[in-house]
């Protein structure tokens, strides 16, 4: 059976997963409306209401309702009211909609650290500036609790790797020493919550980048299928950790239409792979074998320790070399 047959329920990253830059990625419209799981849009990314992401998938073509979106923003606000009395001040580095969703939890939103704010909410927003992260320096030094709704160090854009919330995070740690606690992916919080809100008996987690999507879903013990339409490519994937590791590799959502064991690691398209010292041969390949089976052939091989290989992988065939030469 297909995947689309095999799970109830499709728990999907947004950027660099279904879109990049606001404009659908390849396959991506076509796969989800022929999808007859539950679908629910777990985002780092708190700079969009779930009502604005919800809109605008549904004007790219893929009809979305708001509850079918899950962001950072959203979980960031229920950690904060695990520490927090109603109607505590907080200051929020974020997008209007942030703003508007700690209201609606019951929070009083200031804008000033002399407003003596109980907690910092950061989460990604293209304005924060230089005023914003001082005030949220002062205000953590004065006592306030940190919360950071993801810290994903970029965000994949049309015209590459941007800043991502994780790196504006960074600049408040070093002015204050306070790492705070993070509500989005990789902890596995945002993936049990969408489980419930849909009421799946078999989730599959769909994303792009290991360190936060698949990181989480392995944390929340889901299997996973891995896009390599993103940030995390094939060299992230061979050296990547076993908690970081999917249990299925595709290039775009049209693999939805696959089978598992056509996605999981393994030998594929005539290749074969073996150890050679600390290094890993790629040998064989049919005349029209892909880039992305030779790479899950090697990951069969450079996944078998627990760590991430870290050696050369070396081809030994006109195939393998072609392949190889197709990653990044």
């Known amino acids: 059976m297909s995947l689309r047959e095999d799970f109830d329920a499709l728990l999907l990253d947004l ?31 708190a700079s969009r209401g779930p009502e604005v992401v919800a ?12 509850d079918q979106v899950l962001t950072s923003a959203q979980a960031a606000i229920e950690m904060a009211q695990e520490h927090l009395p109603e109607g505590a001040a907080v200051l929020v580095l974020g997008s209007d909609s942030f703003k508007a969703l700690a209201k609606a939890g019951g929070f009083e939103v200031v804008a000033s650290a002399d407003d003596q704010p109980k907690a910092v909410l950061h989460g990604h927003n293209p304005a924060t500036g230089w005023a914003e992260l001082s005030e949220a320096a002062l205000s953590i030094a004065a ?16 015209r590459g790797l941007c800043v991502g919330n994780g790196s504006m995070v960074a600049a408040v740690v070093s002015a204050t020493g306070v790492h705070p606690k993070a509500a ?9 919550s ?8 078999k989730p599959l987690a769909v994303g792009d980048r290991l360190d936060t999507d698949i990181a989480g879903a392995v944390a929340a013990e889901m299997p996973t299928l891995h896009l390599l339409t993103g940030v995390s490519r094939h060299w992230a ?3 990547a950790d076993q908690s970081q590791r999917p249990t299925m590799v595709a290039e775009t959502l049209a ?3 696959q089978e598992q064991a056509e996605l999981q ?58 392949s190889i030469e197709q990653w990044s």
Request: glycine share 10%; no cysteine; hydrophobic share 40%.
């Open 15 to 45: 950027d660099g997963t279904v879109w990049e830059g606001g404009q659908a990625l390849p396959d991506a419209v076509d796969a989800l409306n022929a999808s007859e799981a539950s679908l629910v849009y777990i985002t780092n990314n």
């Open 55 to 66: 809109s605008l998938l549904s004007e790219m073509g893929i009809p979305t309702n708001t």
């Open 143 to 158: 006592g306030a609790h940190y919360f950071a709704s993801n810290l994903d160090t970029t965000l994949p854009s049309e």
């Open 184 to 192: 989005g992916k990789p902890q596995p919080a945002m993936f049990h």
């Open 194 to 201: 969408a489980v419930q809100r849909v009421g799946s008996a």
């Open 237 to 239: 994937l061979i050296r």
């Open 255 to 257: 693999a939805l239409d």
């Open 265 to 322: 690691p393994g030998k594929q398209g005539g290749f074969e792979a073996y150890r050679e010292g600390e290094a890993i041969v790629l040998a064989g390949g049919d005349d029209d074998a892909t880039a992305v089976q030779a790479l899950r052939t090697v990951l069969s091989i450079a996944w078998q320790q627990p760590e991430g290989f870290e050696g050369e992988v070396r081809a030994a065939s006109k195939q393998a070399s072609r």
